[in-house]
């Protein structure tokens, strides 16, 4: 019977599992917990091929409990009932030990439907997922659990698994492997962290390599061929997505044009050409605003020219636009100013309109007043001092001039004006 080659390779103990050394090294905190026996409620959160289920087979095997597995993309209360019936029975005399692989597809109902069993210790959950659990897995279920975040797994510690790997298919049958320099490294470097993906390469690349007199020659084009895009870890409605919007807007924000092209160069790799545009169009007001107000429309026909052009070609106009974001004066004296007004209104600091702001023409016939309004254009420098704001709201200030050199030269023309 065919095994695949990714389960056969799948570490039987803590010292073979590829990464996690913050957590599974020498004294890391999982490694302990494990080795003491005395497993508590967990969940497993990383992105996949990064060793969730393989290091919660491991805890299977270590425990004197009976282990159940249940995907969650394919389980349902039915399975639930099935396991919580073996409870208190022959076949789990010392309670179950659930492995349930892709929580966050469980409904509310499916996750609460454990919780009495986890509170009474007759099964103990290790959970995984590849979504932040704090959005996905319920207050009450976490309340009970140990979050662990397993990280995307570095090349360097990718290639003893791609060595092994390859080690077990020449074994399995019996040939040599001829690799042209810099084959190995390069699945290792193209797998993204995912060790999964990268034995998966190791069976296609021998499955595809012609044999000569017990040898099987595994080229670097054939490995580029392979690994083909594989390294993007991408999801656009996972964490991946938002992390690397996130990371395109921090990078613009905090003047560094390399790191604001090489995420604008993930989302557009990945086809995610909306995403960017959102972004860049946002931080042109957000983090430029008034320090360079011909940010915004510049962007704007930068996006618009993204849009009509479409991928690969919009490539160039987003580069121009994050380039130019990056490497601008930066304020957020906007955002300062709306986000104290928006308070305002929120917590009911509004009042009445002052007679002189309202809509004179919405008096009507027959029901005209005077309304005292004073025409700012009348007057020198086309500003006269009246009241805008409601009287509870007198006197309030939201905006603040920015310390660049467009908002202080606004400011120092406002306050010769009115006499500050």
Known sequence: MYRPLADEIRPSDLSQVVGQTHILGSGGILRRIIESGEIPNMVFYGPSGTGKTTV????????????????????????????IAELDTMLTPGGVLLYLDEIQYFNKKQQQSLLEFIEDGRITLV?????????????????????????????????????RAIGIMEEREGVTAELESGAAEHIAQGCGGDVRKAVNAVELLFSAAPRRGGKVGITLSDVKAVSQRSAMRYDREGDDH???????MKAMRGSDPDAALHYLARLLEAGDLLGACRRILCSASEDIGLAYPLAAPIVKACV??????????????????????????????????????????????????????????????????????????????????????????????????????????AKAYWDRIKGV
């Open 56 to 83: 919660a087979n491991i805890i299977a095997r270590r425990t004197n409990r009976t282990l159940r597995k249940l995907n969650a993309t394919t389980a349902g209360i039915a399975d639930i009932k099935s396991i």
């Open 127 to 163: 959970a995984s997922t590849t979504e932040n659990p704090y959005f996905y897995v319920y207050n009450a279920l976490l309340s009970r659990s140990t979050v662990f975040e397993f990280k995307q797994i570095p090349p360097d510690q990718v290639l003893p698994a791609v060595l």
């Open 242 to 248: 938002f992390d690397i919007l996130s990371a395109l």
């Open 304 to 409: 618009d020219s993204a849009l009509q052009l479409g991928l690969p070609e919009a490539r160039l106009p987003l580069a121009e636009a994050v380039i130019l974001l990056a490497t601008s004066p930066k304020s957020n004296s906007v955002v300062s100013a709306i986000d104290r007004a928006m308070a305002d209104v929120r917590a009911g600091k509004t009042g009445p309109i002052p007679r002189e702001m309202q809509n004179v023409h919405a008096d009507g016939a027959g029901f005209e007043r005077e309304q005292g309004y004073v025409y700012p254009h009348s007057h020198p420098d086309h500003w006269v001092r009246q009241q805008y704001l409601p009287e509870a709201l007198a006197g309030t200030r939201y905006y603040e001039y920015g310390d660049n050199k467009t908002e202080q030269a």
